[in-house]
């Protein structure tokens, strides 16, 4: 006899009050659709894959368990979150993805009332959780404040200083561990579901709640005793030592993709009157998806890719990436100094120190998500005689900025910094961007700030901050592939504070700092054409400035403009500070400054994005003319000024 084929459910859950009427016996058969319809959906868009499958069953649990939206659920980074978004009114919109004018990457408040907070950066969740479950505590309302985190975001201070003051929110606390790398778990299967199946439920936590009453009428020392075979017969059997301690109650290991090892532990927990609690389940990275699962990174990140073969699309041969011409270029340096180390937190090949890392393992440090502690820890390189390169995306590097100013810059150490993704991301959007850098590290004193125009000039600098031993110095360059030009064979040791002239003209001068160097030249083009002469400077750095060449530009053109990739605060503040220092504006200079706008820019194309802010070719030539109060009809084309 055929099998009857079954009849979809994905297409009646529209939200988890659908899904919460369903029979336990058809949360399976909707897990499977939800991992069918997560890979179908990332296969047109690319992103995040990997981590979203890992959770298929976890989401499908958490949402037909908890009365979510009132229970408020926090993925931390949020990049899992793709079936929470399906379930959660999103499925019609799921194929925008990361995409201009679609849904985000990641969770984010505005979008929807299921997703209760933003998050792209890591371990922020259990934080944000406790805010609500406080909150509700104090206002008497229900609602519990769940936490979603993996095992890596673990490795940060902030999840552990949140644990810390986790006791008052109660049993309106809850964590939930998901450990896809088997980094604490022992293994897991029948005998370990079923004690977390006892060790949560409600007689079983009712009893342990009158022994701790009694035990409180015993002498201090009885009390200390019993509390100590307690958490040593649990600790035998289930590990979470170290939960206990923090005050949490510990439930797990449990298998994340069994759903009838997860309903009943979720369920217990749900309406238990202890807490906080913490529950450990160990899920698989890329599950149910076998080119995914066959995969070192389990298909983390992915560009568009076939279903059927997992093959993605390759990018057409370009330039190479400027992570990879730093994580070369670090690495050939390394090959004559023996001081130079390169640390990262948690992003080896996504700094390009994964090449590094494979020819000088022994000086290579990987620390984890611990930003603060990568900076102090080179702090402590530095001030013992080594030279060490912390290689950071510009957007995590702002949560270790105390550590940037007073372990570093007050004490004048060479620490140096290659920040990476700096300026606009694309698909990750706003809380990935790199828009603040030049500002928060160019208003500190003894600080060094570089931008590269390309990746020859990257090379150059690298080499450049090898041998700057007198302070820190930073190093800022986007994301992506570079402009084509030929590496040099031997790096260029750049004085520090000097810029270069590229192009020499009399009326205009565009001043650029970093990679819009080429949209200046292109937008140079366009004016000569309009009868402006225009000259063209690399600044290369934008502390200290090139005060000379700057001088020079402003008290010789009747219109300056300077341009970077970062927000105000940066370039052009500095530059206009100088000016005014020295009389130069009141001499009737037309300056302008072009910089990212006030506002954080959501995902789309990297040239969509840059010409939304106004910081193309179009954009340069529209502020020259404003500032000489010309128009296209106003200026001869051909003429020369």
């Known amino acids: 006899m055929a099998d009857i084929p079954q009849t979809p459910l994905l297409d009646t859950v529209h939200t988890p009050d659908d899904l919460r009427r369903l029979a336990p016996e058809q949360l399976r058969q909707l897990a499977d659709e939800l ?15 990997g981590s979203g499958l890992g959770v298929v069953e976890l989401t499908v649990a958490l949402h037909y368990v908890f009365n979510t939206p009132a229970d408020r659920l926090v993925w931390d980074v ?3 979150c793709y079936p929470h978004k399906i379930l959660t009114g999103r499925r019609d919109r799921i194929r ?7 849904l985000s990457g990641f969770t984010k408040r505005s979008e929807s009332e299921y997703d209760p907070f933003g998050a792209a950066h890591s371990s922020t969740s259990i934080s944000a959780a406790l805010g609500f479950a406080v909150a509700n505590k104090l206002a008497g309302t229900p609602g519990k404040g769940i936490a979603v985190i993996g095992d890596g975001a673990m490795s940060a201070g902030m999840a552990y200083e949140a644990m810390n003051n986790a006791e008052q929110a109660g049993n309106r606390l809850i964590v939930i561990l998901n450990d896809n790398d088997m980094s604490i778990a022992p293994p897991v299967g029948g005998l370990s579901a079923y004690l977390s199946r006892i060790v949560s439920s409600r007689e079983f936590l009712g009893v342990r709640d009158v022994f701790k009453k009694l035990a409180k009428r015993f002498p201090r020392p009885i009390q200390k005793a019993a509390r100590k075979t307690d958490e040593f017969a649990r600790g035998m059997t289930m590990g979470g030592t170290l939960f206990e301690e923090l005050g949490f109650y510990y439930v797990g290991p449990i298998d994340g993709h069994n ?3 997860l309903i009943p532990v979720l369920e217990n927990v749900r309406d238990a009157e202890e807490g906080p609690i913490l529950i450990h389940v160990v899920t ?24 059927i073969t997992g093959a993605q699309a390759k990018a057409p041969p370009g330039p190479p990436a400027y992570q990879n011409v730093f994580g070369e270029t670090l690495s050939r340096e390394a090959e004559s100094d023996p001081r130079i180390c390169a640390i990262t937190a948690a992003m080896p090949s996504g700094t390009g120190l994964d090449k590094f890392a494979a020819a000088h393992p022994d000086r290579f440090f990987d620390v984890g998500i611990a930003e603060q502690h990568a900076v102090t820890f080179a702090a402590g390189l530095a001030a013992q005689g080594m030279r060490p390169f912390c290689a950071i995306y510009s957007t995590f590097l702002q949560r270790a900025y105390d550590q940037v100013v007073h ?4 004490q004048n150490l060479p620490v140096r910094f290659a920040i990476d993704r700096a300026g606009l991301v694309g698909a990750d959007g706003a809380t990935h961007a790199g828009s603040f850098d030049v500002t928060y590290l160019a208003s500190l004193p003894n600080m ?3 931008a590269a125009a390309d990746e020859a000039e990257l090379v150059h600098m690298v080499h450049t901050c090898v041998n700057h031993d007198s302070g820190p110095i930073a190093v800022r360059y986007p994301r992506g592939n570079g402009v084509g030009v030929a590496l040099p064979e031997t790096p260029e040791l750049l004085e520090i504070g000097k810029g270069r002239l590229v192009r020499e003209g009399k009326k205009v001068a565009i001043l650029s700092l970093g990679t819009r160097l080429g949209e200046a030249l292109r937008a140079a083009d366009a004016l000569e054409a309009k009868g402006l002469s225009t000259s063209v400077a690399d600044l290369r750095f934008a502390k200290p400035l090139d005060e000379a060449l700057i001088r020079r530009l402003l008290t010789t053109h009747e219109v300056a403009v300077t341009i970077e990739e970062n927000a105000i605060g940066g370039l052009g503040a500095h530059v206009l500070t100088m000016a005014s220092d020295e009389g130069l504006i009141d001499a009737g200079l037309k300056l302008r400054t072009m910089r990212l706008p006030d506002l954080f820019q959501d995902q789309d194309k990297p040239e969509v994005q840059y010409a939304q802010a106004g910081l193309d070719a179009d954009a340069i030539v529209e502020t020259v003319l404003k500032a000489l109060r010309h128009n296209s009809t106003h200026v001869t084309e051909g003429a020369r000024a």
């Not at 991992?35 to 894959?49: D, K, P, Q, W």
């Not at 698989?284 to 279903?307: I, R, S």
């Open 35 to 49: 991992r069918t319809e997560t890979i179908s959906a990332v296969g047109i868009t690319g992103g995040h894959l």
């Open 78 to 80: 949020g990049h899992q």
């Open 96 to 102: 925008t993805i990361r995409q201009g004018g679609g």
């Open 259 to 261: 759903l009838d090892h």
């Open 284 to 307: 698989k990275k890329g599950k149910g998806y076998a080119p995914a699962e066959a995969a070192a990174d389990k298909y983390h990140g992915v560009q568009k890719f076939d279903v």
């Open 407 to 410: 372990d570093v810059a007050i």
């Open 448 to 450: 060094v700030v570089m």
